[in-house]
Nanobody, 121 residues
Framework: QVQLVESGGGLVQAGGSLGLSCAASGSFFTIDAMRWYRQAPGKQRELVADIASSDSATYADPVKGRFIISRDNAGNTVHLQMNSLKPEDTAVYYC???????????????WGQGTQVTVSS
């Protein structure tokens, strides 16, 4: 069983910072890319940032320059440091990972349960 568990969500004032973490656990072979998505009420889920196994990172335009995605050395934990937060950043943030159950297998997409981030104005 593979689990992705997010932590670090909460309430923060505009201009503040918040750090999210997502740890993968269970039985798997490797984790390829890891990502953060978010979904605000009434809106579609959108990609916030992703990071490859090489640590190459990309960001959506609305968060570029404000958010930083990173992985630990083992590669099974992804972080999202959110700075200069804006009310429009308010959303449920979801961890996502491409996980291979075994060698020479197709990577499977796994999702965390989500963590609420609320930015007050």
């Amino acid at each position: 069983q593979v689990q992705l568990v997010e932590s670090g969500g909460g309430l923060v004032q505009a201009g503040g910072s918040l750090g999210l973490s997502c740890a993968a656990s269970g039985s798997f072979f490797t984790i390829d890319a890891m990502r953060w998505y978010r979904q605000a009420p009434g809106k579609q889920r959108e990609l916030v940032a992703d990071i490859a196994s090489s640590d190459s990172a990309t960001y959506a335009d609305p968060v570029k320059g404000r958010f930083i995605i990173s992985r630990d050395n083992a590669g099974n934990t992804v972080h999202l440091q959110m700075n200069s937060l804006k009310p429009e950043d308010t959303a449920v943030y979801y961890c996502n990972a491409d996980i291979r159950p075994g060698p020479a297998t197709v990577p499977m997409r796994h999702w965390g349960q989500g963590t609420q981030v609320t930015v007050s104005s």
